[in-house]
């Protein structure tokens, strides 16, 4: 009898080990296309950088430079990044201004401004220093930059179950600060 009963569970696992296998592969492949989007949020997060890092080298402490290199330049520096073998989207020729201070040109958004030291004699433990981005102090000189690269992270294995593209946002704010 008990030999019998052995005999008629026989290969009775093979359905969950189908099943488990699927859920298996499906968290593996979600686990990937989770990955690419790190991997893409840290080469946006490159191209940020670098364009901010670019904008600031451009500003001279000096009333009578020219604003519009800063925004050419540092959107020529986050074009110049590729995420996942794709140039970042944007020409430094075509740069729009919606808004003043505010430079866009396709996934790449400039914002130049200042960072400060702000007195108070009234109350010396209110100083500090602080940016102010998009927009500048009156009668102070450019000093900061925003750079802001918008992109979306292909999917591999999402696309499969239906997922749309993972939008990715990298900032970065760098600051001039002569000696």
């Known amino acids: 009898m008990r030999h019998r009963i052995h005999r008629k569970r026989r290969g009775a696992i093979i359905p969950l080990v189908a099943l488990c296998l699927v859920a298996l592969l499906g968290l593996v492949a979600l686990a990937i296309d989770i990955g690419m989007v790190a991997v893409a949020k840290s080469q946006a997060q490159n191209a940020a950088d670098s364009a901010a890092m670019v904008g600031t080298r451009t500003f001279n402490q000096q009333a009578g430079f020219d604003i519009n290199t800063v925004p050419q330049l540092a959107i020529k520096a ?68 925003r750079a802001t690269i918008q992109t979306t992270s292909p999917l591999f294995f999402g696309n499969v179950f239906g997922a749309t593209p993972f939008n990715v946002r990298a900032t970065s704010v760098a600051a001039h600060r002569p000696r």
């Not at 944007?90 to 040109?105: E, S």
């Open 78 to 145: 986050a074009v110049s990044n590729k995420i996942f073998n794709k140039p970042v989207n944007g020409d430094p020729n075509a740069i729009t201004n919606p808004a003043t201070h505010v430079y866009v040109c396709g996934g790449v958004m400039i914002e130049c401004g200042g960072y400060y030291y702000i007195y108070n004699d009234a109350d010396p433990s209110k100083e500090k220093f602080e940016i102010k981005i998009p927009g500048k102090a009156t009668a102070e000189p450019y000093t900061g930059v």
